[in-house]
């Protein structure tokens, strides 16, 4: 190579890729493709309960029927009408009165995070979040040049009397919530705080996105109305959802509720981001819906990932050291532990790889100070008995 060759400048990548952190989780993943590794890091719905047989069965029916080659074709940005109709009267039965027309599918709940972000952040907005809370999110805040608030949380989600102190303060665009089961602490936020969150944020004339992906995976109590469902949340709420827990993940399908003063913004960010979601991907899984039994499928998927949670559960007690902390989530995927003393589970995560055990280290998951000594778990991928094995790996790696 010729020294001018050398010496050529290398382009630069945009500023406000700077402040951004890539994703231990997806490093994570990369490091983790050893078979015999049982991991827990990783948020995956169990494959083995993938409904393949209807799932192909829907791509056969939209691949040959007499429409196969629209399902071929460009399509609106909204969305497929008859996909929007599906998920618009499932969200009407469970008590969010919605009908096609709010609606915009989306590539996966997160592509919702992104339209969220173009439509509603200008660089320097300030998004309030709770701390600690869903990691792509915090990166797809950044991307926008956003500045991330973190608000204090308990365990019952954000405390709505520092939300209202940190609105007065911030003067913020959103308020970014995962409400139900969330991610990383499978912690869901109780119906009275709900409907102070909501009125909090229409008070102060602040769009409020509700990230509620684990909704259908509840194990035990009774469902907590979602806030875009609440009184007063019309005009400022944006709901977001996701095939990804209760179909496949590998679709790459979600949508997104909003109030229709916002929701031509968000199909114009739909637009210019990709055009529309895959069309055959779309008609496949409203094809999925009208032949597969979903309710049933997901009381399926709810009763092996509730023997799953109740195994990391039980499980929890000898495997982690005295004085551990944890949640016990009422649904979702995550179990949240903090460990006692001043470790950094960062340190330990070498250790738990040489035991071909794997967590997230929690400090990623903070927007504000990280508390070092939490760590997530995952429960779904592995059945009771790779389970159990799994946990005992933990504790031989924490001893
Ligand atoms: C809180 C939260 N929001 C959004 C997503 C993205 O999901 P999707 O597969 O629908 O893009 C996830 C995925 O784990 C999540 O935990």
Redesign the pocket.
């Given at each position: 190579m010729s020294s001018a060759l050398l010496s050529t400048p290398v382009p630069a990548v945009a500023e406000r890729l700077a402040g951004v952190a890539g994703s231990p989780v997806r490093e994570l993943l990369a490091l983790l493709d050893r078979p015999e590794v049982i991991s827990f890091a990783g948020?995956l719905p169990a494959p083995e309960l993938f409904d393949l047989d209807g799932v192909r069965a829907a791509y056969d029916r939209v691949l040959w029927g007499p429409h196969a080659r629209r399902a071929l074709q460009y399509a609106p940005s909204e969305g497929d009408r008859e996909l929007r109709a599906r998920v618009a009267a499932r969200l009407t039965a469970r008590g969010l009165l919605t009908s096609g027309g709010d609606l915009l599918v989306t590539s996966?709940?997160?592509?919702g995070?992104s339209l969220v972000a173009t439509a509603l952040l200008d660089p320097g907005a300030t998004v309030l979040v709770e701390d600690p809370t869903?990691l792509?999110?915090l990166q797809c805040f950044q991307l926008a040049g956003a500045r991330v608030v973190p608000v204090p949380t308990d365990e019952h989600g954000m405390d709505p009397d520092a939300l209202a102190d940190a609105l007065r303060r911030e003067r913020p665009a959103l308020v970014y919530l995962?409400p139900t089961f969330?991610?990383p602490t499978g912690r869901t936020m109780p119906s009275h705080r709900r409907a102070e969150v909501v009125e909090l944020t229409a008070r102060h004339g602040v769009w409020l996105v509700e990230?509620d992906?684990?909704a259908d995976l509840r194990y035990r109590g009774a469902p907590v109305p979602a806030l875009a469902a609440h009184p007063g949340a019309d005009d400022h709420v944006v709901y977001?959802g996701?095939?990804?827990k209760v179909a496949a993940?590998g679709l790459?399908l979600?949508w997104l509720r909003a109030p229709s003063s916002l929701l031509p913004a968000l199909t114009l960010a739909k637009q210019a981001a990709d055009l529309h979601t895959s069309t055959v991907d779309q008609a496949a899984a409203a094809a999925w819906f009208a032949a597969a039994d979903v309710e049933s499928h997901v009381l399926r998927l709810c009763s092996a990932y509730r023997e799953r949670r109740d195994a990391m559960v039980e499980a929890l007690p000898a495997a982690l050291p005295a004085g551990s902390t944890w949640t016990e989530p009422d649904g979702g995927m995550f179990v949240w532990v903090r460990l006692p003393g001043d470790v950094d589970t960062a340190e330990l995560l070498p250790a738990a790889l040489r035991h071909d055990v794997a967590f997230v280290p929690g400090a990623a998951f903070f927007a504000g100070r990280p508390d070092r000594a939490t760590l997530r778990l995952s429960f779904t991928a592995y059945g009771p008995a790779r389970l159990a094995e799994g946990m005992a790996r933990l504790a031989a790696a924490l001893s």
């Open positions: 948020g996966g709940s997160q592509q995070l869903y792509a999110a995962v969330a991610n990230d992906p684990y977001l996701s095939f990804s993940p790459r979600g």
